[in-house]
């Protein structure tokens, strides 16, 4: 049977709960131990797919193609579970699900209810990820800040819980924030003690509470925050600011989060090694020999969690080439606008990330005609790989109109919509989502990255490059190197004549890991190393 471990955020949003999640993950799968890590959300949407990045931030792919919170992209960078559609649940899908029932007749002469009916729902889904994963521990983060109106049913759920899976195979964990304030010159308890008495009125009383905190606790006000949030000492946890989020597991595992976890399941495991993380990871993130500057461009760059997938990847291919990646974000309408050699100067290497519409596209397309011309490393990717193409069209193939037909109708749509795409009414879940296969061509430069010839990569988009213009584009110089093959769809481009251009159709930036960076950062970033201005 499963043990459960929920983790709620008190305070403030955004103190980093998904990481807390990823690195308990992480420390417990150092003992041995196998987990999975589910987010529960409380929006309404079904899921993120419709969803601006402003409002939501990334939208991050498993493989099989589900729409999800970016934290599942945390659990999956820090541990070694791959997720799927059960690991992430919105009340939309609760929501949902418990309507068709009704309509079917399922709670037949019943009044369907919150409690039980939604939060039946919760807990069913939350049992079905444990049952799916066989994990022995499942960690369940609960979206949202305790006091919030739309996380109460899931929050009730979660008591139940424990109520139905009796004390010891159930955990609760807080994650709160401690200020320090300057003025008084010390760190206040008071937020945590009200939002532990706010959790203890939904009847959740947190066996641990991770504390977020610029200053490090001392003993007394650990004290303090034990005595008035009734929480053993030794499971005041803090968690101070750290200069990479990947130190988060050995701040956790220094203060025995791992064993404080196992004691109260009553389980007993393998002692922890997380020396290869610390030497592979944590030492080399810190200090790299190297330093690097990498041009990312996009429109929603002012936004942290907008390209995370792409930010972190970028980040492991430095660790695997000791090198520490600084990103220079671009936004892709200033290109529009300035002088593009004086925006990207400087710049070891350029990468155009995903996205939708037409705004910024001019500017993304002139930073890539930069990169072919001034032969910088660049890596595209979805939207990027598009971009590439139409540049590509504009400026060497002499079709001045190129375009793609998602921004406007042209003479030459060299991007454009499949057959299949045309039929869909409905915008949600309806893309071209999740793994797919993709064959590598011999001798390409997609070969000597990913050193195989099939690879299996997360898609998310709904056009594709226009197989008509394929024989001009190859006369003119593009190699079409990755190939979905049961409908011959252009997967990966490169330039032959350049050290380092190379587009792809699909996410590499889900795949990639810190003690594993994907092949084409980690191929990316040689390239920018070894052509740094
Ligand atoms: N808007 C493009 C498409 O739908 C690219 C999507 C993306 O970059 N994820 O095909």
């Known amino acids: 049977m499963s043990k459960y471990i929920f983790i709620t955020g008190g305070v403030i949003s955004s103190l980093g709960k998904g990481i807390a999640s990823a690195s308990i993950g992480k420390i417990l799968e150092s003992r041995g131990l196998k987990v999975a890590l589910m987010k529960l959300d409380p929006y309404i949407n079904v899921d993120p797919g419709t969803m601006n990045p402003y409002q939501h931030g990334e939208v991050y792919v498993t493989e099989d193609g589900s729409e999800t919170d970016l934290d599942l992209g945390h659990y999956e960078r820090f541990t070694n579970t791959i997720s799927s559609k059960f690991n992430n649940i919105t009340t939309g899908q609760i929501y949902n699900s418990v309507i068709s029932r009704e309509r079917k007749g399922d709670y037949l002469g019943k009044t369907i209810q919150v409690i039980p009916h939604i939060t039946d729902a919760i807990k069913e889904r939350i049992e079905k990820c444990a049952l799916v994963s066989k994990a022995d521990i499942v960690i369940v983060e609960i979206g949202g800040t305790v006091g919030d109106i739309e996380s109460l049913p899931f929050l009730e759920a979660s008591r139940q819980f424990r109520l139905d899976m009796g004390y010891d195979n159930v955990l609760y964990i807080h994650l709160t924030l401690v200020p320090y304030i300057k003025a008084a010159g010390e760190v206040k308890t008071k937020p945590t003690q009200h939002s532990?008495?706010?959790?203890?009125?939904?009847?959740?009383?947190?066996?641990?509470?991770?504390?977020?905190?610029?200053?490090?606790?001392?003993?007394?006000?650990?004290?303090?925050?034990?005595?008035?949030?009734?929480?053993?000492?030794?499971?005041?946890?803090?968690?101070?600011?750290?200069?990479?989020?990947?130190?988060?597991?050995?701040?956790?595992?220094?203060?025995?989060?791992?064993?404080?976890?196992?004691?109260?399941?009553?389980?007993?495991?393998?002692?922890?090694?997380?020396?290869?993380?610390?030497?592979?990871?944590?030492?080399?993130?810190?200090?790299?020999?190297?330093?690097?500057?990498?041009?990312?461009?996009?429109?929603?760059?002012?936004?942290?969690?907008?390209?995370?997938?792409?930010?972190?990847?970028l980040i492991h291919g430095g660790i695997h080439n000791d090198a520490r990646v600084e990103i220079k974000r671009i936004d892709s309408e200033s290109l529009e606008k300035g002088k593009v050699e004086k925006i990207l100067e400087g710049v070891s290497g350029i990468l155009v990330p995903g996205g939708f519409g037409y705004r910024g596209i001019e500017g993304k397309i002139k930073a890539i005609k930069f990169a072919r011309q001034n032969k910088i490393p660049f890596l595209g990717i979805c939207l990027g790989m598009q971009c590439a193409v139409i540049e590509f069209a504009r400026n060497v193939c002499g079709l001045a109109s190129a375009n793609s037909t998602e921004f406007k109708q042209t003479k030459y749509p060299v991007i454009s919509l499949l057959e299949e795409q045309k039929k869909f009414k409905d915008l949600g879940g309806t893309m071209r989502l999740g793994a797919y296969p993709c064959k590598i061509r011999k001798n390409s430069l997609a070969f000597k990255v990913y050193e195989k010839g099939l690879i299996h990569e997360r898609h998310r988009h709904r056009y594709e490059f226009n197989n008509q213009y394929?024989?001009?584009?190859?006369?003119?110089?593009?190699?079409?190197?990755?190939?979905?093959?049961?409908?011959?769809?252009?997967e990966i481009v490169e330039l032959k004549n350049h050290p380092y251009f190379i587009a792809v159709q699909f996410h590499p930036e889900f795949k990639s890991k810190p003690d594993k960076a994907h092949p084409l950062f980690r191929e990316f970033i040689k390239a920018a190393l070894s052509s740094k201005p």
Request: with cysteine; aromatic share 8%; hydrophobic share 40%.
């Open 196 to 313: 532990v008495g706010t959790l203890r009125e939904i009847g959740i009383i947190p066996d641990v509470l991770i504390c977020r905190t610029e200053e490090p606790l001392t003993d007394s006000v650990k004290e303090k925050i034990s005595l008035f949030c009734n929480v053993r000492k030794e499971a005041v946890i803090e968690s101070p600011d750290k200069d990479s989020i990947y130190q988060v597991p050995l701040v956790f595992k220094e203060q025995i989060l791992d064993e404080i976890i196992l004691s109260h399941f009553k389980l007993i495991c393998k002692s922890s090694d997380l020396k290869e993380w610390e030497r592979s990871v944590v030492n080399r993130v810190l200090n790299p020999k190297n330093k690097i500057t990498i041009a990312v461009i996009g429109k929603y760059i002012e936004l942290q969690d907008a390209y995370k997938s792409i930010y972190e990847a």
């Open 470 to 490: 394929k024989n001009l584009f190859e006369k003119k110089g593009i190699s079409f190197s990755g190939i979905y093959p049961q409908k011959e769809l252009v």
